[in-house]
């Protein structure tokens, strides 16, 4: 399903999990309850490899992002800050610069594979996105040849604090028994069993 209606499933009782790569923020914590952090990854921009990217490269881009994912909300919380005061925005972190794309359009999609496709048939210059997707479900991919990651990292805390298991808001049972999952496979080495066999990266939490 679309990633902007898992959370509205999850409240209407559809199902009781949602595990999607889901940011943990304090707005989402409003209506459903997260498990704890396990894992997290840094966004990235994905593009042409050995695109050099500066404030100058954003001037016309077309740049693909998930809607509600954590690079949407990212994007537009710097833009509503740059029209705060400029004591506001000297305080701002790595974000301002570095995230702003400078006179680029942002395009939303409700699938991040959809997105892929209009990166691949160069109806975008770039996608924004969680780079464990990004290097999994693209580069790994013959569609992800002669493309790369590229410009910085971005793991500002204000917008990276991990993403979690999220079960219907009040569901304290359900939820201990995930948490305590969690901390088992943690410390009995599964968890990196399994991050090793599909990750080139330590992602619990990114570095």
């Not at 942002?106 to 969680?130: C, H, M, P, W």
């Not at 971005?154 to 979690?164: I, L, S, T, W």
Request: include cysteine; proline fraction near 3%; hydrophobic fraction near 35%.
């Amino acid at each position: 399903m679309d990633f902007d209606g898992i959370i509205p499933a999850l409240q209407a009782k559809k199902f009781e999990v949602a595990i999607a790569s889901m940011s943990i923020t304090s707005d989402r914590a409003k209506v459903v309850d997260f498990s704890d952090m396990y894992f997290n990854v840094p966004g990235r921009l994905l593009a042409k490899a050995g695109a050099q990217i500066n404030d100058a490269w954003y001037k016309g881009k077309n740049i693909g992002a998930l809607r509600n994912a954590v690079q949407e909300q990212e994007q537009e919380q710097e833009q509503e800050q740059e029209q705060e005061q400029e004591q506001e925005q000297e305080q701002e972190q790595e974000g301002s610069d570095k995230m702003k794309p400078k006179g680029a359009s942002i395009n939303i999609y409700g699938k991040i594979t959809d997105a892929f496709l209009d990166l691949s048939s160069q109806r975008l210059d770039a996608v924004f996105l969680e780079s464990t997707v990004g290097e999994e479900d693209f580069l790994k991919t013959p569609k992800g040849k002669g493309y790369a990651f590229v410009g910085p990292i971005f793991n500002d805390p204000k917008y990276y604090q991990g993403c979690g298991i999220a079960v219907q808001k009040g569901n304290k049972e359900l939820l201990a028994k995930i948490n305590v999952a969690l901390k088992k496979i943690l410390k009995d080495g599964t968890y990196k069993k399994i991050q090793d066999k599909y990750f080139s990266n330590d992602i619990y939490p990114f570095k």
